[in-house]
Nanobody, 124 residues
């Protein structure tokens, strides 16, 4: 049974940082394209960052470029999203995802497995 479990969300002030983690079981993340997505209330789920190639090149959305960085854990079945310079508009539930056959990367429908989500709230 495949499971992705996110952790690390919480409340942070504007300008602060958080690191989200996503630990997988039932599959090996190294063999999958991986991505982070988020969904704010009343909005569609959007792609934040992804790694779809074997060289681990990341693709980030324009809204987080230069502030967020995702990476695979070294020797772990885990992926991370480092979020810096957080803004109130980053407030959302954040999801990790894994998939095979992903070609674009930031489109939710391309992914096969999803975590349950972790809440990130940026507020003073």
């Amino acid at each position: 049974q495949v499971q992705l479990v996110e952790s690390g969300g919480g409340l942070v002030q504007p300008g602060g940082s958080l690191r989200l983690s996503c630990t997988a079981s039932g599959l090996t993340l190294d063999y999958y394209a991986i991505g982070w997505f988020r969904q704010a209330p009343g909005k569609e789920r959007e792609g934040v960052s992804c790694i779809i190639s074997s060289d681990n090149t990341t693709t980030d959305s324009n809204s987080v470029q230069g502030r967020f960085t995702m990476f695979r854990g070294n020797g772990e079945n885990t992926m991370y999203l480092q979020m810096n310079s957080l803004k109130p508009e980053d407030t959302a539930v954040y999801y990790c995802a894994a998939g095979l056959g992903v070609s674009v990367g930031l489109l939710p429908y391309e992914y096969d497995y999803w975590g349950q989500g972790t809440q990130v709230t940026v507020s003073s």
